[in-house]
């Protein structure tokens, strides 16, 4: 009975597969959207115009292990829940209106690291874009559980986005931007430290297993 | 029995899943691409050029909002289908056109807001834009409840685009178009108020419940 | 029994879902990309530009409604399949190429219209991918019914991409082709005529029907 | 009860359902993007400019049947899970940004071929981008059967990606990018080929039957 509650009928109903469906499209669409910010530029060899390019490539990878860091906590979020709400739908969108924004400041960056002047502003852009990502995540963890949306958890099943791991990633986000102030290339680094930490560092044990 | 005929297979064959996915796929690119309208162009400091492009930003969001709403109502919409036709499909075809184009006018109003004389034109399209996918929206549920495509309403359920509750969305755009030949940046204000009020006050209470 | 072949498993097995998840992702992207293909130029008021881009926009309904009528056309024929296989995979993939390359002929059509000289030979590019789309939709259809991978038809049913259908969109692409390197204005708007008959005749019996 | 496992609900636990969705989003926007990449350029007639750009059309060809090649096996590897892990989702994230990239050296190459000295460059990067997605699919591979992530094989069933089906293609992308450096055309030509190679000759025997 409890697990009939979640043939396609019955999440249909809840209006939480439509919510994945929505999501993922724009998660992905987001990511491979992102290598259209990918250029090179003259003067030099062609050689020398792809490696001064770095900027792109790595204003690349951060967001995209980013908005990957952010799909696999939707994820394991949307996984959880028992059912959905108006409200929490409404969440939704903001965070998608968030990680779809994200290209924007990527490109800025990628065109501007190693310009100087412009390149502290789109740096701090970029760090808000990712900060506000984050705590819209929080933002939707936080109302599922304050409206006990999610199903009761199982024996020894780990919770994601438990404030004490919010900590680490909001913190270094915060950190960064006020270093990125100054020095831009630090900030860039530390979201690319922020990004590979909750990619390997979060949840890294299994959900759930067969049998 | 009844919820026998919502299995996979039974869905399949009215059609109705493979519907939800291209306009799953269309709500969502169609979304995504909007990042590509906002840039930022000379003359300036970085963050003057950043602060000038406040219209590529308020069109993203506006458009992003009355996408969201719009797939919030074809969600609701759809969820309801006993069983699709293929005049529904064609319809629902129309609406992902005009859905599909809003990053064109968007892209227009991104550029041109606060440049006296084509603004106007561009914000009109804009209007009439917008309009047009929400007369599709009632279109495809007016057809719906007339070709009693729906499932019978379940007790204390929410019908979606009632009548009643087209109105005010209608007469907002209406309006809208009639200010903006006037004032441009004051229906834009406006779309923005109707796409909050679309995503804030319909139907928020609960469409279904577990258990 | 035969009902139970058809749940998410058997059809896993079958390779059809996830053929049909690329299917609409390419379908629905393809679509919505094509806005990136209008956009209006210089010189002229903002009212003229508007109007004088309409190739763009008679591009767009076109390239469009094709798509949506491979859509259509493309759920009826993997709504009937029982099975897949290795070779229909492929089919599909070089049916996908052909859709997802129509945004480029769709821009020359958009940029060249009223430009006497080059507007023949982009039109005749385009034709010549519509027609290729049509045909390998047709070959899907006649492999699938080769190697018998359609279910048995139920009673009443009607069959997609019967030859009969083929004909007349089939003529008339090619009539379209000869005309339009002599008047590709005609041409198109024999494309377009092309594009709402597959949307407007064909299949316009409910393909299933409740209870 | 085997069976049992494989419903929805057991998918989605084992976190293999939306790996899918993400997986075939990417996938399919990657493949389509690349139509973004086809341009044409003066001088010359609208003819010679549109034959001119055959390494545009070459590159896309290229790219698109090797996303559909890669594709196909991801297809095959993922029907055969019977549970994911989260290791597994970080690799595919991994292989899912190498897809995501191609856009950019196949526009590199479609820009170059047949320009000296810069051509060399870029089809060395596209080599590169190649072998890495290729690597990458093994690795998703190799990591799911040392972790015993696989279902226990059908009779007569056959393994993707087997290490013997492997060599013939990264050998032909090793001995390519070496011939690129000194005759960048050739090596375009043999990364057709083992695209032609993997999408005509791995694993034509169907994978699953009906009854």
Do not use: C, K
């Amino acid at each position: 009975m409890p697990s009939g509650d979640d043939t396609p009928r019955a999440r249909r109903l809840l209006g939480t597969d439509r919510m994945e469906a929505l999501s993922d499209g724009v998660f992905a669409f987001a990511a491979t959207l992102l290598v259209l910010d990918i250029a090179i530029h003259p003067p030099g060899t062609a050689l020398e115009q792809l490696l001064n390019a770095w900027p792109s490539y790595l204003a690349y990878v951060v967001s995209f292990l980013t908005i990957g860091a952010g799909w696999l906590a939707h994820t394991a979020l949307t996984d959880r829940l028992a059912r959905s709400d108006p409200l929490l739908l409404r969440i939704n969108l903001l965070l998608l209106l968030a990680v779809a924004f994200l290209p924007f400041p990527t490109r800025l960056v990628a065109e501007s690291l190693h310009q100087v002047g412009s390149e502290r502003v789109f740096v701090t852009l970029y760090g808000l874009t990712l900060l506000t990502i984050r705590l819209l995540g929080f933002a939707l963890d936080a109302y599922a559980r304050h409206e006990h949306l999610y199903a009761p958890p199982e024996q020894g099943e780990q919770r994601a986005d438990e404030p004490q791991e919010l900590l680490p990633t909001l913190g270094g986000y915060m950190i960064a931007i006020l270093i990125g102030l100054v020095v831009p290339e630090v900030a860039v680094a530390i979201y690319f430290a922020v990004a590979l930490y909750m990619i390997l560092f979060r949840e890294l044990r299994p959900r759930a297993r067969a049998g």
